[in-house]
């Protein structure tokens, strides 16, 4: 019983904010990311009271939930790579960005789902700068990425996401 009400919790907690515009979905960004021959795999998490403070804690950002989804990326048996979806609201919406960890470095950004304007949604040359950056760093907007003019709330999101992802990759997948 308590696994049906955790699957229905997270089926309506991510399809709300996956409905509409949809941009790429999860599992062609790991393959575009990591190799189209590697294998996806997805996987539910819901933190523990502890692990939540913890990883909210680390992050510096309040969590709004406790269910997360986190995909491998696995060829000959061997991990490529992680993606970690982070659902953040950006002004009244949702947008939905996969981060994508390996060797505990950052490897890039993609955005899943966009539901605010289309004018908001930051463009490749500012995304990029979310490339090879270690997890143990923790990025601030306007200190380590500079905001976007017209778009600073998205900006704001996507690097208080960031946050969400390095945190959750160190207490989830490394165990620190």
Do not use: C, H
Request: hydrophobic share 40%; charged share 20%.
């Amino acid at each position: 019983m308590k696994y049906i009400f955790l699957l229905s919790l997270l089926i309506f907690s991510l399809t709300p904010s996956l409905s509409a515009k949809i941009l790429i979905s999860p599992i062609d960004a790991m393959k575009e990311n990591y190799s189209p021959t590697a294998t996806i795999s997805k996987k539910n998490i819901l933190l523990p009271n502890k692990q939540f403070k913890k990883i909210q804690a680390d992050a510096q950002v309040k969590l709004k939930t406790k269910i997360y989804r986190i995909y491998t990326a696995v060829e000959d048996g061997k991990v490529l790579g992680y993606g970690i979806l982070i659902n953040n609201k950006v002004r009244s919406n949702n947008a939905v960005i996969i981060y994508f960890i390996a060797n505990d470095i950052l490897k890039g950004i993609e955005i899943i789902a966009f539901n605010e304007p289309p004018e908001y949604i930051p463009n490749k040359t500012w995304s990029s700068q979310f490339k090879d950056i270690p997890t143990e760093k923790m990025l601030r907007l306007s200190r380590d990425i500079p905001t976007i003019t017209g778009a600073t709330l998205s900006a704001r999101s996507i690097t208080d996401g960031s946050r969400i992802a390095f945190a959750l990759y160190n207490e989830v997948i490394r165990g620190k």
